[in-house]
């Protein structure tokens, strides 16, 4: 009893109590056991198991889950296998058994790690490694090959690639239709060959590849303008100069053949601005256009998966908010992308202003494409010299021009639209390409490396027809594991509410690979045409 | 104070620090699921919302909603327990989540009767009765509130934060809520 009186005198009962206060106000907050990770299937654990995760629980679209316990990953069949429950919406238990679950039907994956009670100590724990898994580049990270399907056609010498498809459609959300011209093809016979291939680390899911065709006018081309018409153009004339701020560039725009102009980007702004000034000779009319051949150059696909990057482990997360909500993140990516902005076609208005009257641009660093931007209002702008004087401005170092010409437009015209008659898979499983692509409700997937030779019948005076290639659908980006290393939630928010700032903060980074990436990106390749 | 008063309040100031520190649960008993079982749960967290009333709608009162979490989307919360509950977001004043069942009360007799046995160490309970408030207590409060997650008012992160809890992850916009079914059938009891 005599250490009770000890125990409990004040000054001591005080101490205990102000300690034990302190440490209620700061325990709580780390105590947390359950650690919770919900990935995308582009994240999926790939060389870990049931070893290292007791249970998977895999989340389907319309609600349904397997609950699986000696699972493993099967690489070469891009799905999951274990033996395990299904249970309905309801919760309610529909097979137990052994399952192969195709990762492309599954929207999330989610492993649970339990960890030990700090405040217990001497509970038994269940410490369990989540990693996160990834299929590894070949050279610097984030110059990879990829990201979308590459479409190939015969230019008379050999197949060039001619379209990568859907290019900023990264996830189910963000599915669009695209269209390329095939202006360098030359079709042999009305027997037309496509070859589309998957040469990126990413999982392609292609709803469908049409060739639309559209009639030629005597001794010109068609083109496509930015909103999706198809316009006829004759009197194609290369310009009389083009400078840019190192001089004149013009020998290299005259013609489509490969010889690009491009600039390097600003070293303390990503977004920065230059202009390329163009004077073509001869009489304005309403119905001329501008014709420009262009690619990106690979700073969007720096940014793209720095952004990856940045996100991190929860890349998943954000592309799940993506699915969730749509029209919002749609918005949001609208942000980044306006600050970079497109190719402006501007012309001097009658107050000799520089007024933008059109753009052109197209998310991709691997195909050129080639459109048309109709020059409205031309006509009333006074000449002395008869020069029509358009500038070109876009963002420093983003865009590779290869062609760039004055057209007189004709006429709109409709193009028609041409279905896949025939296919063949070179390097890959699918034999049933065609029904799968002329059925807008199912999808043709392809992983790396699949290879697919696909036909079609062009109508019989195919010689007279402008042909370009649509195609709808998006693929699922694969985490690098060297990108984890950078995540980053401040600057995943920073690109999305300050554009601006973000890429004056990324410059410097990029400056320092924007020279080896051109060469790091080609030789990533995963199949050599 | 006498020493048998100066016990008996040594005792009960270390129920009321535990109590008082320790966060009651809202789900039925039973129904959350052991924290090794969680990884194999198949259903969500239990959810526990506040509403506020309409100030426009005098007859309107502060309402309690509790369930199993099942999503939620831009504007609602939704939230099955007799049958599916669609709350709007705006009108939630609390939130609290809860994820597993909780030790605390073994914990908190643990500590307790620790406590209590050091008048058995003698002249050594000076320390180890000390020690076993200084981190018992804790320990006991800390099991109570971890995986909890509360918020008032609750901000769009937090329902970002916690939807990897809910049983619909993946979102609702491809399931047919009309036929999920209630968690607790009254009709049948009756």
Known sequence: MKSISYFIKPVISRILLFLISVSLIFYPNCGSRIERISESPEQFPVHKSSQDLPFLKLHMKNGDLYVLENWNFIISKDSVSGSGKLFNPNRELIFEDKFTVPVSQVVLAETNQINASAGAGALVALTVVTGIFTIVCIANPKACFGSCPTFYAYNGYDYIVQSEGFSSSISPALEERDVDALYRIKPLSEDFEVQLRNEAYETHIIRSANILAAPKPEGGRVFATPDGKYLQAINITEASSITAAEGDISEKLCSFDGAERFSEADSNDLAAKETIEVTFYGPASDSMGIVIAARQTLLTTFLFYQTLSYMGTTAGDWLANVERNKNQFKHLLDNPRNILGNIEVLIQNENDEWEKIGEVGETGPIATDIKIVPLTKISKCESDDSAIKVKLRMAKGLWRIDYVALADIVKEVKPEIIFPSTSSPEFANNSSVTELLANPDSVLVTFPGDKYLINYNLPADYKNYELFIETQGYYLEWMRNEWLGEENAERVYQMFLNPKQFYKDLAPQFKKVEAEMEETFWSSKYVYP | ?190
């Open chain 2, 1 to 190: 104070m006498s020493i048998h008063n100066k016990i008996i309040f040594t005792i009960l100031s270390i129920s009321y620090l535990l109590f008082t520190g320790c966060a009651a649960s809202y789900a039925p008993d039973n129904w959350l699921p052991d924290t090794q079982d969680v990884p194999q749960n198949i259903y969500g967290g239990w959810i526990t919302l506040i509403t506020e009333p309409d100030s426009l709608n005098p007859d309107e009162q502060w309402m309690q909603y509790s369930g199993e979490f099942i999503s939620y989307d831009e504007s609602n919360i939704y939230l099955l327990y007799d049958s599916l509950y669609q709350i709007p977001k705006s009108k939630i004043r609390n939130c609290t989540l809860e994820l597993d069942e909780k030790n605390a009360t073994a914990y908190g007799v643990w500590v307790f009767l620790g406590t209590v046995s050091t008048l058995s160490h003698g002249y050594y309970a000076s320390i180890t009765a000390p020690l076993w408030l200084l981190f018992g207590i804790p320990s006991a409060v800390g099991e109570s509130v971890r995986d909890r997650y509360e918020e008032e008012p609750p901000t769009q992160e937090y329902w970002d934060s916690i939807n990897k809890f809910a049983r619909f992850p993946q979102g609702i916009s491809d399931i047919d809520l009309t036929s999920i079914k209630p968690v607790f059938n009254f009709n049948e009891t009756e």
